[in-house]
């Protein structure tokens, strides 16, 4: 952080100024290498999660408007994933279908659809497509390989695009704390410096000035009188 040192001093008995001094526990204003990496690698990781969830948002949309086949579920596994952390779940199928007299299969249940830590969302889907389980799938026209079950938006979609957003605020607001951290006492500095300077020329010359000339016009004053004083005695002493 930076720290701010502030100390008047006189300088031939008439002007005072502003030493200033500018210290910083972060090394000066510019940033280690490596802390920038850091950053940028963390800022990377928010605005990655927020791309994929965005551009599953989009092929989930787009998959509204493919064409559909019959389709069968031929394998079905509720999948737990366990760490040292949490533990994470998740729906896994695979699916047939015909097109065009070519029997394909397929994985993806929805785009944008991983495993989380929320168990009874993916329980629930695992439980709607046991093994046999008669599906519409929709396909791809210009790649009927790529297909999926579930179109438009999702709770996965949704996860993704939240997360994704707090995380790259979160990590532009901490890029912004530490630069604004860097710049110094910039304009404060200048407007204390140009507050006092307009302090001091309220005093001189128009504030300063006119006092010593009154002074110098009493000193001037008594010492005429003293001068007349003197003559009065002098002319005094003659008479006698």
Known sequence: MKHLG?????????????ETR??????????????????????????????FGANALYQSRLAQSWPTASGKIVSSDFQVNSDS???????????????MGRVLTGERIAFGYTASSGESFHR???NALPVN?????????????????????????????IFGAVWTMFTVGMIAMFWLSGQGGG??????????????SSL??????????IVRRAAA???AFQRAQRGERALARNRQ
């Open 6 to 18: 502030l100390s008047l001093r006189r300088k031939d008995r008439e002007t005072i100024f502003f």
């Open 22 to 51: 500018l210290s910083s526990s972060w090394g000066g204003n510019e940033w280690r290498p490596g802390f920038s990496r850091i950053v940028l690698a963390v800022s990377a990781i928010g605005v990655g999660i927020l791309g």
């Open 85 to 99: 952390d949490s533990d994470t779940y998740a729906a896994k199928v695979r699916y047939s279908y015909e097109v």
């Open 124 to 126: 629930d889907i695992y």
């Open 133 to 161: 389980t008669q599906v519409a799938v929709r396909y791809d026209p210009a790649n009927p390989e790529r297909a999926v079950l579930a179109y438009g938006m999702n709770q996965s979609i949704v996860f993704l695009l």
């Open 187 to 200: 304009s404060l500095l200048d407007n204390i410096t140009s507050s006092y300077q307009r302090g001091l």
């Open 204 to 213: 001189t010359p128009t504030g300063i000035s006119p006092i010593r000339n």
């Open 221 to 223: 004053i008594a010492g």
